[in-house]
Each structure stands twice: as C-alpha cells, then as structure tokens.
C-alpha cells in the first residue's frame, strides 16, 4: 500500500489515504469533499492542455475565423488572465487554477488566429502575442499589487459576461455558430461548473467562486446556441452573381451564332 502513497499524493493527503486503504473508511466527509476536488482539479487542468486545439485546428484547416470575433476572446483572454496571476500571486493550490495557464496559452493562439484570417495581418497578430506575454509577464512578478490583481479578478465578472454575450449575439444574428468548436465549448462548459466546487473546497475565495458561477452560466448560453445551430451555416450577406452560360443569349458564342444565320441569309438574297 505505501508504493501507492506517492502516485496518488496530488490526490489523496497521508491521512485520507489511511482512511480509505487502512480503514476502509470510504464515509469521511472531509477526505470524500477534498479527494473529489483535487481529482476534478487534476482532471479539469489535464483537460485543459487540449480543450482549445480543436478550435485551433478547425480554424487553421478552414483558413478561416468567420463567426469568431477578436473583442470577444481578448476579453476572455484578459478573464482567463486576471485568474492566473490573482490564484498565483495568492498562493492558492495549483490544482485550483492550473487550466488557467493552458487555456491562456490556447486563447491567445486563437486570438491571433482571428487576426490572420480575418484581418489578413501576421505582423499583427505576431505583435498581439508579443505584447500579451510582456504583459502576463508583470501581473505574475512584483511589478503589480495584489490590490491591482484582485480588482481584475473582480473585473472578470462582467468581462465574462459581456464577452460570451458578443459571441452569442453574433452566432444569433449569423443563425450559426461559424467555426465554433463544439468539443471546446462542452469542455470549458463543464469545467467552469465542475472549478465551482473545486473553488469553494480549496480557495474559498468568493470572487472566484463567483467568476465561475456566472462563467458557467454564460458558457452554457453559448453551448445551448452549439445545439440550436448544429446544421445551420453563416450567411453570405449578399448574393452571388452567377456567369453568363457559354453559348447563351448573351455569350460570345451566341452572338457568333447569330452573326452566321444573319451573313446565310444575306447570301440567300
């Protein structure tokens, strides 16, 4: 049993590993809520690491970011942010907020994705990246108050909001999701719902217990939208003009056409 003590010690403290593999005492209440948050922490981070690639690759396959709108995933870059440097610098336990640092990783990807395609600018999207490193870089070091991070923190709340709005709207007025991926939006769905316990077992902390209520509830907005949309495609806007047929009345070949009937009947005269 003790060989198993090191595997399972992000998990299991010593004395809940006692309880549950010496007593068989699996009806603690302590060690049941503690053991289950830090399983759902590990499981939610190393979910983390690939909840975005499919938006990735599906954008990067198409070429294309329609449907997706920069203001929106800046303004879940900054959210996603101002929880990484806030848990950071308050010495919370990494498994209560470790995602934060994957999916920063993965929305900026996407963020300057949007502003390649969409944009047409590498330049720009290489300067968004640049800029939002040495940015991330002096929340997480000393150059910035903890008062400064817990204001952000609290700014994340209607950031969240408006944000997922913006991407709502805009999938109700495409009456499609664009290049939306569903495994990405189901995965930060049930993440932020499932970080609301692993909040309230390991930080306490209200702020962001309540940044993740109402980012569960928004996230479930946009995967309701995910459902509603499934077969739709965006609209083009405007319409196509299709060619004039070779051969037609109003085709080079047509006309030629009827320049010969118009010379045969001369030469009959």
Known sequence: MDQLKPILAPIITEKCFDKFLVDFDFLDEPCLKHTLSKGLGVGIIAG??????????????????????????AMELFAISATLSYSYCSGFPFSA???ACFLAIQTAIVASLVLLYGYGSALLALSFVVGYGA????LISDYTPLDILWS???????????????????NYRNQST???SAITVFLLFLGSVARIFTSIQETGDRIVITTYVVSSCVNALIAFQMLWY????IKDGHKKKTPAKAGGKGGKNGSAVASKKANAKLKKK
């Open 48 to 73: 983390s690491v690939l909840v975005k690639v499919p938006q990735i690759l599906k954008i990067m396959s198409n070429r294309s970011a329609a449907g997706i709108t920069f203001l929106s995933q």
């Open 97 to 99: 907020w470790g995602e």
């Open 135 to 138: 940015s991330l870089y002096a």
């Open 152 to 170: 952000m923190q609290a700014a994340n709340v209607p950031i969240i909001v408006i944000s997922k709005m913006i991407q709502a709207v805009t």
């Open 178 to 180: 664009g290049q939306l």
């Open 230 to 233: 499934w077969k739709s495609t």
